[in-house]
């Protein structure tokens, strides 16, 4: 995607595997709202919802710590299955913290979601943009892939994005390239040393991850490559002879997991990464309850490795 944002505004641009109606549904029903809307751990309670120019949405955002943030919407653009604009971040007490367009479109029967957050100054957008990232506002929309995900499969899964500014193709090298990879993908605290590695299809990896006292062995069994748009591949832990192993701090942790890395061009120097998590074949009610009250603590797992991703795609 080559667009252009203007320097006042955030913009965000999402694809979801689901018809418009879905997710213009998702996006205005409040019973739906409620089950993705806000960072991972934040609840909310509509209080009224009136979907027409000049009408409102007043709810109020429940934070994990016990805190509440009442909010007022107003729509000023209605058109449905296609648009919404409205102020954002108000209430009875403030005016309103920035002016939200939403544009919804079909493409290829799945849905890309356009929006763009339109602040007074490009100082004001970077503060906002920073604050997004620190409280984990960007979550909210991989919360709506993964309740789309759900509504329409029945599966549960966990959807992570980072965007980049560099090649697809660098990318690409940093998913594939075991001297890249074991660099950043890491938890943070740890170093990741592969034993063997054949990143290709039909190919498969052993490695070790160590940090202080703890030692944790892995491997990888590559399904599909897809150059340099898609990686499928399962992870299961194991001991250090490669049998197939518990999650060392976790016992009921699903026993394989599927992972999708998809990558997105969004222009010629920017690359979009999205990485979906999924229990792999046989999982029980309780393996499978582990993985979904885990979601915030992968959101935090994976958000240190994107991080350290950035600054070593900094260093060259």
């Known amino acids: ?39 991972r751990g934040f609840s ?24 509440d943030y009442p909010n007022k919407t107003k729509y000023l653009e209605v058109e449905e299955h296609a648009k919404l604009v409205y102020d954002h971040g108000g209430n009875d007490d403030r005016p309103p913290m920035f002016r939200v367009t939403v544009l919804f479109s079909e493409v290829r029967g799945k849905t890309r979601m356009d929006m763009s957050m339109a602040l007074p100054t490009p100082e004001a957008a970077e503060e906002t943009r920073k604050f997004i990232k620190k409280v984990g506002g960007n979550a909210t929309w991989d919360r709506l892939a993964e309740y789309l995900e759900k509504e329409s499969s029945g599966k549960d899964n966990f959807v992570i994005n980072r965007t980049f500014d560099v090649p697809i193709d660098v990318m690409f090298e940093m998913w594939t390239n075991p ?34 006292d703890m030692k944790m062995y892995g491997r990888a069994a590559y399904l599909e490559i897809e150059r340099p748009h898609r990686l499928l591949y399962t992870q299961q832990f194991c001991d250090e002879k490669g049998n197939i192993s518990r999650h060392p701090m976790a016992p009921t942790w699903p026993a394989t997991m599927l992972t999708t890395v998809s990558l997105t061009e969004e222009g010629a120097n920017r690359t979009r990464v999205t990485v979906t998590w999924e ?37 060259g």
């Not at 943070?188 to 160590?210: D, H, L, N, R, V």
Request: glycine share 12%; proline share 7%.
């Open 1 to 39: 995607m080559s667009e252009k944002n203007n320097p006042n505004e955030i913009r965000i641009i999402r694809t979801y595997n689901a018809p418009v109606a879905a997710v213009w549904d998702a996006w205005t029903d409040p019973e739906q709202v409620a089950q993705w809307w806000g960072p």
């Open 44 to 67: 909310i309670t509509t209080h009224s919802k009136d979907l027409k120019p000049g009408g409102t949405w007043a709810f109020t955002m429940h934070g994990p710590d016990g805190v």
């Open 179 to 212: 001297k890249h990879f074991s660099q950043w993908l890491p938890p943070t605290g740890f170093q990741m040393e592969f034993i063997k590695a054949e990143i290709k299809p039909g190919g498969s990896t052993f490695y070790c991850m160590q940090g202080g």
């Open 279 to 315: 229990p792999h074949g046989a999982t029980t009610r309780e393996e499978l309850e582990t993985f979904i009250n885990a979601k915030g603590g992968m959101t935090q797992g994976w958000t240190g490795s994107f991080d350290k991703l950035e600054v070593y795609l900094a260093k």
